[in-house]
Nanobody, 120 residues
Framework: QVQLVESGGGWVQPGGSLRLSCAAS????????MGWYRQAPGKQRELVAS???????NYADSVKGRFTISRDNAKNTVYLQMNSVKPEDTAVYLC??????????????WGQGTQVTVSS
């Protein structure tokens, strides 16, 4: 079983910055793509950003120009740099990865989530 462990959440003032990290560990054959989702109270889970092992990225319109996703393939770790945060960015942020444990078995892995609160 592969584990995804997030870190870096917390409280930040509007306009501030925060960096989230998610490290995958376990029996990993492949891990592609990796990304971040978020879920605010009373709202559906939404994709924030994703990145392939080749570095191709995809962002939600609401975070383009403010958030940057990156990954370290050697460490099976994905990062989310959050700049110019807004109160509407407040949510639980969940790490996601399409994990392959063999050439023929793949599944969707999720982290436990980390709370990000943006307020003054």
């Amino acid at each position: 079983q592969v584990q995804l462990v997030e870190s870096g959440g917390g409280w930040v003032q509007p306009g501030g910055s925060l960096r989230l990290s998610c490290a995958a560990s376990g029996s990993i054959f492949s891990i592609d793509p990796m990304g971040w989702y978020r879920q605010a109270p009373g709202k559906q889970r939404e994709l924030v950003a994703s990145i392939t092992s080749g570095g191709s990225t995809n962002y939600a319109d609401s975070v383009k120009g403010r958030f940057t996703i990156s990954r370290d393939n050697a460490k099976n770790t994905v990062y989310l740099q959050m700049n110019s945060v807004k109160p509407e960015d407040t949510a639980v942020y969940l790490c996601y990865a399409r994990v392959g444990t063999s050439a023929h078995r793949r599944y969707d892995g999720w982290g436990q989530g980390t709370q990000v609160t943006v307020s003054s």
